[in-house]
C-alpha cells in the first residue's frame, strides 16, 4: 500500500463534530490576514461545530462563524479521532 | 462512443481498473468479487503493487486491476502516475481498461466523490460503488439513489462488501457498463481553462512531443510542478515549463487562479450534485452549554423563529410597560403648564412658555420611558452574546440581497439611532457592502421614529386586544411600523447591489462569544449613555426649533384680542365654584378658538402652510400637519413638539386634558370634519418611517464616505419612498375605509 497520502479538503467539506488542521488559507490578502488574526491559519486544529451557511467552528475554545466567497478557500486536513485524542 | 467493438467482445476478456478512497473497503470488494484469488506483481520502474483478479460473469472473463487507494487522481510523483497510465491505457502489460469501478464510503459521499468527478474526465465507463451501506443506513444517512443516477448518469450499485452483500451486483454493472455508451464530462471549469489546454495540445504537436491525451493536458495546467509536467519535460527541455507558466499567469488574469480552481469547481460541483440527495437524520453531537443554547438559538428555523418572536415580544413590551412611566411624565408636564399658568398672565410670554416650551419639549421628553426601554433590551441582547447570533441567523437572509451577517449588527443598531449605525459600518471590509449598508441605515425605524408612532397608535388605532391582553392591536401596528424601514430596505438594498454597487457576496468571518448573563453595569451604562444623549437633544435642537416654530406660529398675526379674551376667561373662572359653568364663559371659549384659529394662520408658519398644503393634500394632511413634517426634516422628533405648539397655538387645546394625544383626536378640518382618520395617522407613519429627517445621520454619511453625493443621495431617495409610500397608503386605506 502507498505511503499516507494527506487528504486536503475545503473546510465546509468536514463533517460535525470532525477535528481537521487548517493547510492552506487562499484569498486576497487582507480577508487572509483577518482570517488569521481569528485564528484561522495554517496549522491551527479547529473542529466543526455546525454545518451550512454560514458554518459554525470551534477554534481555540472560541467559536467562529465562516462563509467563504468564490475567492475565498480554506483547506483542512482531517484528523482522525485517535490522533485527535492523542493530541 | 463506444469504447469496445461488439463483434470481439464475446471472446476478449474485459479489462476492469478498480479504484477508491483508502479505506472504503476496496480490499474487501476485490476479494469479494475475485474470490480471493489475486496475482501480485509489480508495476515496472516503480514500487507500487500490481495485483490483478479474475472473475466470470455472464460468460464473460473479467480481468480485475486493482489500482492503489488515493484521494486524487493529481499526480505527483511516478507511483501515482501509474494509475492515471492504466486508467488512459498507457500501461502496455494491461491495456486500455473498459470500464472503472470507483469505490466510495457512502456514509462519507461528500468527499469520496472528489475522486469520482476527477475519473469522470477521462471518458471511461464507470460503476460509482456505494460501500460501506450498512453503515450509512446505521447512522442515519439516507441517499436518493435515484435522483442521484440521474444526476450522474452513472451506473450506482450499493454494496456491504464486508458482508458480502451486492457483490452480484457489481459484477452485473460492470458487464452492463462495458457496453455502454461513456458519457461525456460536464465541463466543470471556466471556459477559459479549456481553450488553454486546446492551445497546449497544439503547442505539443508542433515541439513535436506527440499527441498528448485531454486528461494529461489538464493535469499539466492544474498541477503545478506535476508529475505530468516532469514527466514531458524530460522529452522535451525547459520550454514546458516556461510555456505552462505563462499559460498558468494568463488563467490567472481571467480570474481561474490553478491550482485552486479545480477543487473549487469540482467540490462545487459534489455540492450541487448531492443537493438534496443525501439527508442525514441523526449527527452525533458532544457539545458545551454554550453549543446546546446555539444549537437552538443558530438553527436555521427555530433560531428564525426565536429571533421573530423576540423582536416582537420587545416592542409589545416597550408598548405596555412604559405607560405608566408616560403617564407620570405627562402628569409632571401638565403640573408645570399649571403653575406656569398661575404666575405668568396672558400674553406673549405665556404663549412662549406654554405653546412654545412646555408643549414641545414635553410632548418629546414624555417618550423617554420607552427609548430607555428600547436601548436596555438592545444593551442586553449585546451584552449577553446573542447579537453575534442574530448576525449569524441573517447572515443567510443577507446573503440573498448581496449582503453578508456583517452589515447586521449596523443595522440593529440602527434601530436605535442611525448616527452609530453608520459608524458601525466601518467594521465591515467590502467597500461595496459597506456603502448599501451605510445607505439603508436610515431606514432602520430609529428611536425618534418612535415618539411618531406612539402617538399615532395610541391616539388613533384602536385599543383592541387578544390572548387576555396579552396581544393588541395597538402593539401589532407599532411592531409593524418598527418592521417596515427593514423590510422596504431589502428591495432598496437589492437595486444597490445590482446597480451602484455591483458585485459578488463577499465572506463572513465572525467570532460568536460564549454566552453569558448581561453585566448590570455595561447595560446600565449604556442606556444611561442614550438617554442622556436624547434629553440634551430635547434640550438643546429640539428646543431650539420648537422656539423657532412657535414664532413662526405666533407672529405677525395681533394677538391683542385673543389675550383679552383669555384673560376674561380666567376671571369668570375664578368668579365660579368648581363644576359650574356661565353662558359668557362658553362664548369666550369659541371666541378664542376662532381668535386663535385666525392668529395661526395669519401667521408666517400659516403663509407658509398655505404654499404646502397642496403638496400634501393627497397625504391626508392638513396645512398644519404638513408645517410640522417640513419643520422636522433636521430632526424627526421634532415633529411632535411642532405639532404640539401648532395646534395648542391653534387654539386646538381641550382646557382639561392638554395632552397632545387628546389634542389631536379632536383636530378638525375647516369643515369640522375630524382631521385624522386612520389612513391618515398611517400615512403619517409611514412617512416618518421611510423619510431621510435626520440631519445629523446625513452629516455622518457625509463624514464617512467623505463625498456629499452620497447624503444627497440618501435625502432624495429616501424623501420621494415616504412620499410615495404615505400617498398610497392614504389613498388605498380611504378607498377601503369607505
Ligand atoms: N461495515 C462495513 N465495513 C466494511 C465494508 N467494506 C469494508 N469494510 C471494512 O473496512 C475496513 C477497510 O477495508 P479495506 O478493504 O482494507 O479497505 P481499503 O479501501 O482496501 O483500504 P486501503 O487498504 O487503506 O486502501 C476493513 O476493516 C473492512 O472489514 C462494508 O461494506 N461495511
Redesign the pocket.
Given at each position: 500500500?502507498p505511503a499516507v497520502v494527506h487528504e486536503l479538503i475545503p473546510i465546509d467539506m468536514l463533517r460535525v463534530n470532525e477535528s481537521a488542521r487548517i493547510a492552506e488559507v487562499h484569498g486576497p490578502q487582507p480577508l487572509v490576514q483577518r482570517l488569521e488574526e481569528l485564528g484561522l491559519r495554517e496549522g491551527t486544529v479547529i473542529r466543526l461545530v455546525k454545518t451550512g451557511e454560514p458554518l459554525l467552528l470551534a477554534v481555540n475554545g472560541h467559536r467562529l462563524s465562516f462563509r467563504a466567497d468564490s475567492s475565498t478557500m480554506i483547506f483542512v486536513e482531517p484528523i482522525s479521532v485517535e490522533q485527535a485524542r492523542s493530541s | 462512443m463506444s469504447v469496445t467493438d461488439p463483434t470481439s467482445t464475446a471472446t476478449r476478456p474485459l479489462t476492469v481498473a478498480l479504484i477508491?478512497n483508502?479505506?472504503?473497503?476496496?480490499?474487501?470488494l476485490f476479494n469479494a468479487l475475485t474470490g480471493g484469488k489475486a496475482r501480485i506483481g509489480n508495476f515496472p520502474g516503480v514500487t507500487v503493487e500490481k495485483k490483478t483478479g479474475k472473475f466470470q460473469h455472464d460468460g464473460r472473463d473479467v480481468l480485475l486491476v486493482d489500482l492503489p487507494?488515493t484521494y486524487s487522481l493529481a499526480p505527483r510523483s511516478a507511483d501515482e502516475m501509474v494509475s492515471v497510465d492504466v486508467l488512459l491505457g498507457r500501461q502496455q502489460e494491461i491495456g486500455k481498461p473498459d470500464a472503472v469501478v470507483c469505490i466510495v464510503d457512502a456514509s462519507n459521499l461528500e468527499r469520496n466523490l472528489y475522486l469520482f468527478s476527477q475519473i469522470r474526465d477521462l471518458r471511461i465507463p464507470v460503476v460509482l460503488v456505494l460501500?460501506?451501506?450498512?453503515?450509512a443506513q446505521s447512522r442515519g444517512i439516507q441517499i436518493d439513489l435515484d435522483q442521484l443516477r440521474e444526476r450522474t448518469q452513472a451506473v450506482i450499485v450499493t454494496?456491504?462488501?464486508?458482508?458480502r452483500v451486492g457483490i452480484e451486483d457489481v459484477r452485473t454493472a460492470i458487464i452492463a457498463a462495458t457496453g455502454a455508451e461513456a458519457f461525456t464530462p460536464v465541463k466543470l471549469f471556466p471556459e477559459s481553462f479549456y481553450r488553454e489546454a486546446d492551445s497546449l495540445g497544439e503547442w505539443l504537436t508542433e515541439q513535436g512531443l506527440g499527441e498528448v491525451p485531454f486528461y494529461l493536458r489538464e493535469r499539466m495546467l492544474l498541477d503545478v510542478h506535476g508529475e505530468t509536467e516532469h514527466r514531458v519535460s524530460l522529452k522535451a527541455n525547459d520550454d514546458l515549463s516556461h510555456y505552462l507558466k505563462e499559460a498558468r499567469a494568463r488563467l490567472a488574469s481571467e480570474g481561474c487562479r490553478i491550482p485552486l480552481v479545480e477543487t473549487k469547481a469540482r467540490y462545487d460541483w459534489i455540492r450541487t450534485l448531492l443537493d438534496g440527495v443525501i439527508e442525514r437524520t441523526s449527527p452525533e453531537e458532544q457539545q458545551t452549554g454554550s453549543d446546546r443554547i446555539d444549537r437552538i438559538l443558530t438553527h436555521r428555523v427555530w433560531g428564525l423563529l426565536f429571533f421573530a418572536l423576540l423582536m416582537f415580544v420587545v416592542f409589545q413590551a416597550i408598548y405596555t410597560w412604559a405607560g405608566p412611566f408616560m403617564e407620570m411624565v405627562e402628569w409632571l408636564q401638565q403640573l408645570i403648564t399649571d403653575a406656569v399658568q398661575a404666575v405668568i398672565a396672558p400674553g406673549t410670554l405665556r404663549s412662549l412658555v406654554v405653546d412654545g416650551i412646555i408643549a414641545g419639549v414635553g410632548s418629546v421628553v414624555i417618550f423617554l420611558p420607552q427609548i430607555v426601554l428600547l436601548f436596555l433590551f438592545i444593551a442586553i441582547m449585546e451584552d449577553c452574546g446573542y447579537m453575534a447570533r442574530a448576525a449569524f441567523l441573517m447572515d443567510k437572509l443577507m446573503t440573498r440581497i448581496g449582503l453578508s451577517g456583517k452589515s447586521f449588527l449596523p443595522l440593529m443598531s440602527s434601530f436605535a439611532c442611525a448616527i452609530p449605525g453608520v459608524m458601525a459600518t466601518r467594521v465591515i471590509e467590502n467597500r461595496r457592502d459597506r456603502m448599501v449598508t451605510m445607505l439603508i441605515a436610515p431606514l432602520m425605524s430609529c428611536s425618534a421614529r418612535l415618539p411618531v408612532y406612539l402617538l399615532m397608535v395610541a391616539a388613533f388605532i384602536p385599543g383592541t386586544t387578544w390572548l387576555g391582553g396579552w396581544i393588541g392591536l395597538q402593539g401589532m401596528v407599532l411592531f409593524g411600523m418598527q418592521a417596515m424601514g427593514a423590510l422596504v430596505a431589502i428591495p432598496v438594498a437589492w437595486l444597490l447591489k445590482k446597480t451602484l454597487f455591483p458585485g459578488e457576496t463577499p465572506p463572513f468571518v465572525m467570532e460568536l462569544p460564549p454566552y453569558k448573563w448581561p453585566s448590570v453595569r455595561i447595560v446600565f451604562q449604556r442606556v444611561y449613555d442614550q438617554a442622556k444623549a436624547f434629553l440634551v437633544r430635547a434640550g438643546t435642537l429640539i428646543f431650539c426649533v420648537t422656539v423657532l416654530i412657535w414664532a413662526a406660529g405666533y407672529f405677525p398675526a395681533d394677538h391683542t384680542r385673543l389675550h383679552a379674551n383669555q384673560a376674561e376667561q380666567e376671571q369668570v373662572e375664578a368668579t365660579l365654584a368648581e363644576e359650574e359653568t356661565s353662558e359668557r364663559l362658553e362664548e369666550l371659549e369659541a371666541e378664542a378658538r376662532i381668535l386663535s384659529a385666525n392668529a395661526i394662520r395669519e401667521s408666517f408658519l400659516g403663509r407658509a402652510g398655505m404654499v404646502v398644503e397642496p403638496a400634501v393634500k393627497p397625504l391626508g394632511w392638513d396645512w398644519r400637519i404638513g408645517v410640522g413634517a417640513i419643520a422636522s426634516f433636521p430632526a424627526r422628533e421634532v415633529i411632535i413638539a411642532t405639532m404640539g405648539t401648532i395646534f395648542s397655538l391653534g387654539g386646538d387645546v381641550d382646557e382639561e386634558d392638554a395632552s397632545l394625544m387628546q389634542t389631536l383626536r379632536t383636530a378638525t378640518w375647516p369643515d369640522g370634519t375630524p382631521l385624522f382618520t386612520i389612513p391618515v395617522a398611517l400615512s403619517i407613519m409611514v412617512f416618518f418611517a421611510l423619510c431621510a429627517q435626520c440631519g445629523a445621520t446625513l452629516m455622518v454619511i457625509r463624514r464617512e464616505t467623505n463625498s456629499w453625493r452620497w447624503p444627497i443621495f440618501t435625502f432624495v431617495y429616501m424623501t420621494l419612498l415616504a412620499y410615495l409610500g404615505a400617498l398610497v397608503v392614504y389613498q388605498v386605506g380611504t378607498r377601503l375605509m369607505t
Open positions: 500500500m | 477508491g483508502p479505506n472504503t473497503g476496496k480490499s474487501t487507494g460501500n460501506m451501506w450498512d453503515i454494496t456491504s462488501a464486508a458482508k
